[in-house]
């Protein structure tokens, strides 16, 4: 299951009624667990503050199915769910839960280090992300991409076009459930560089 932060996902049980069933939700690698419930015992509780009170007011339980939701979900909730059930059902399932942060918008920027007479350089670059893919694209073809599935990164993908090109170029960043688009405007990024030209003074004596 892919989500978007602040979003809220349902980890289904199948169960149409709890009937007498015993229901175990176990979060992590530790198996730490968030959420129970037994009819027998009178058992219906959620358990906020483990692991490391991460899942604090954001967990609610479905009193006939033994569903679980997680509200305003965060990158911290990221991991497995596993799911146990005994009783009247007998079943026992593991969700793969991937919540990913929203995109910031790709910055274009010169290179005046690398530009020449010929060729106008210019860099995407997007920081702090994680688990994305910064491409360049010329019209709708693909020109270039990086991928990185590290958290809080900074990326940067160069691009060499002429001067007086008269193409569409964009730069987009993604991960599996969204995107952030960048148009270039060439006429706008590829003038002289600052500091680069000469300031020529002609003293008349």
């Not at 688009?181 to 003074?201: K, P, R």
Request: glycine share 4%; proline share 3%; net charge negative.
């Amino acid at each position: 299951l892919s989500v978007m932060e602040g979003d809220s996902v349902t980890l289904n049980t199948d169960v149409t009624k709890k009937n007498d069933d015993y229901i175990l939700w176990k979060f992590g690698a530790e198996t730490s667990l968030i959420a129970q419930i037994s009819k027998e015992d009178g058992i219906f509780s959620t358990y906020n503050d483990v692991p490391d009170g991460r899942f604090r007011d954001r967990l609610k339980l479905d009193d006939q199915t033994g569903s679980l939701t997680i509200t305003n979900i965060t990158t911290e909730h990221t991991g497995l769910y596993k799911l146990q059930i005994s009783g009247v059902n007998l079943a026992s399932k593991t969700f793969s839960v991937s919540v990913y942060a929203p995109l910031p918008i790709p910055v274009i920027s010169r290179d005046c280090s690398s530009s020449s007479s010929s060729y106008c350089s210019l860099v995407c670059s997007v920081v702090n992300v994680g688990h994305v893919t910064l491409s360049w694209y010329k019209g709708s073809s693909l020109l270039s991409s990086i991928s990185v599935s590290d958290l809080s990164i900074s990326l940067s993908l160069p691009l060499e076009v002429e001067y007086q090109d008269k193409n569409s170029y964009s730069c987009v960043l993604n991960n599996p459930i969204s995107n952030q688009t960048q148009h270039l405007d060439i006429t706008q990024l590829c003038h002289t560089c600052s500091g680069t030209a000469a300031l020529i003074l002609v003293i008349i004596y």
